[in-house]
C-alpha cells in the first residue's frame, strides 16, 4: 500500500517537483548504494537540498555547527554511533588509520574545481613539434 506524501506547508509547484524527483533518483539507488533501513535519508536529504536551492538557513552560526561537529567526533569515537571510518572536519578527511589528512573531495565549490581544472597544461602552452608526414610508424 503506496503512503500518500505530505509536503511542507511553503513548498511550491517546482519544490514538490523537485522533491519528486530526488526521491525518485535516490529510490533507484536502495539496494545498490543505499540500504532500505536507510531510506529516510533520501526524505531528509531532498529536504535539505530544496531548503539549501531557495537559500534558506537552518539558524545555526558556524561556531554552533563547528560545537555540533565536535560532539559528533567525540560520540563518534565514544562507539556511541557509526560514522564511516574516515573522519572528516575542516575541509580534511582523516583516515582512521593513520595515514595524513587530505582534502576533502566535496570541500571546494564547483567554480574553485573550474577554475583548476581550465588552466591548460604546461606542454600546451609551449607545444611539443609535430612531425607532418611522419608515417613510418603507422
Same mark, same amino acid.
Do not use: C
Given at each position: 500500500?503506496?503512503?500518500?506524501?505530505?509536503?511542507?506547508?511553503?513548498?511550491?509547484?517546482?519544490?514538490? @517537483?523537485?522533491?519528486?524527483?530526488?526521491?525518485?533518483?535516490?529510490?533507484?539507488?536502495?539496494?545498490?548504494?543505499?540500504?532500505?533501513?536507510?531510506?529516510?535519508?533520501?526524505?531528509?536529504?531532498?529536504?535539505?537540498?530544496?531548503?539549501?536551492?531557495?537559500?534558506?538557513?537552518?539558524?545555526?552560526?558556524?561556531?554552533?555547527?563547528?560545537?555540533?561537529?565536535?560532539?559528533?567526533?567525540?560520540?563518534?569515537? @565514544?562507539?556511541?554511533?557509526?560514522?564511516?571510518?574516515?573522519?572528516?572536519?575542516?575541509?580534511?578527511?582523516?583516515?582512521?588509520?593513520?595515514?595524513?589528512?587530505?582534502?576533502?573531495?566535496? @570541500?571546494?565549490? @564547483?567554480?574553485?574545481?573550474?577554475?583548476?581544472?581550465?588552466?591548460?597544461?604546461?606542454?600546451?602552452?609551449?607545444?611539443?613539434?609535430?612531425?607532418?608526414?611522419?608515417?613510418?610508424?603507422?
Amino acid at each position: 500500500m503506496a503512503t500518500k506524501t505530505v509536503y511542507p506547508n511553503h513548498y511550491t509547484e517546482d519544490d514538490i @517537483a523537485t522533491y519528486d524527483y530526488l526521491i525518485s533518483q535516490g529510490m533507484n539507488l536502495i539496494g545498490k548504494k543505499i540500504k532500505p533501513e536507510d531510506s529516510w535519508l533520501l526524505d531528509l536529504s531532498a529536504k535539505i537540498t530544496i531548503n539549501q536551492q531557495k537559500g534558506l538557513d537552518n539558524g545555526l552560526s558556524k561556531e554552533e555547527v563547528e560545537k555540533l561537529k565536535q560532539m559528533h567526533k567525540k560520540n563518534a569515537q @565514544a562507539g556511541v554511533i557509526e560514522t564511516p571510518k574516515d573522519y572528516f572536519y575542516d575541509g580534511l578527511i582523516h583516515p582512521t588509520n593513520g595515514d595524513k589528512p587530505y582534502p576533502h573531495p566535496l @570541500a571546494k565549490s @564547483a567554480e574553485e574545481y573550474n577554475a583548476e581544472r581550465l588552466k591548460p597544461p604546461k606542454d600546451v602552452i609551449n607545444p611539443p613539434p609535430v612531425y607532418e608526414n611522419d608515417t613510418d610508424s603507422v
